[in-house]
Nanobody, 124 residues
Framework: QVQLVESGGGLVQPGGSLRLSCVAS????????MAWFRQAPGKEREDERE???????????GYDDSVKGRFTISRDNAKNTVYLQMNSLKPEDTAVYYC??????????????WGQGTQVTVSS
C-alpha cells in the first residue's frame, strides 16, 4: 500500500506563490504517473476533483489550461517527492489539492493512491 503525504498548503495573497510537496512511502515513479488534482469549495465527491498537472514515468508533463504557464510539476526521484510550484495565484485557485499516484495494470485495471489533501486559499 503506497502512502502519499502532501504538505505546503496555506493562505496566500493573489499574485503570490506556494510550493506543494508530496512524499511517497516508497520508490514508485518508474511505475506510476504522478499528478496533482484539486477540489474546489462546495464539491465533495471524489469524481469532482480536477486534474491540473501530471508527470509520467518517462518525465513528460502536462497541464490543464487553467494553470498552464503558472504551475510547474516536478519530481525528485531520490527523495520520492513530487512538487507543484504555483505562481501568480488567483482566488479561483482556492481548493484542496490532492496528490495522486496512478498505474494501469493487466486487464486495463487502474490502481490509484491518494494523499490526504492540503488546503490552498488565495485571498487578500
Amino acid at each position: 500500500q503506497v502512502q502519499l503525504v502532501e504538505s505546503g498548503g496555506g493562505l496566500v495573497q493573489p499574485g503570490g506563490s506556494l510550493r506543494l510537496s508530496c512524499v511517497a512511502s516508497e520508490s514508485i515513479f518508474d511505475q506510476y504517473s504522478m499528478a496533482w488534482f484539486r477540489q474546489a469549495p462546495g464539491k465533495e465527491r471524489e469524481d469532482e476533483r480536477e486534474l491540473i498537472a501530471v508527470i509520467i514515468s518517462a518525465g513528460d508533463t502536462g497541464y490543464d489550461d487553467s494553470v498552464k504557464g503558472r504551475f510547474t510539476i516536478s519530481r525528485d526521484n531520490a527523495k520520492n517527492t513530487v512538487y507543484l510550484q504555483m505562481n501568480s495565484l488567483k482566488p479561483e485557485d482556492t481548493a484542496v489539492y490532492y496528490c495522486n499516484a496512478r498505474r494501469t495494470v493487466a486487464g486495463n485495471r487502474r490502481i490509484d493512491y491518494w494523499g490526504q489533501g492540503t488546503q490552498v486559499t488565495v485571498s487578500s
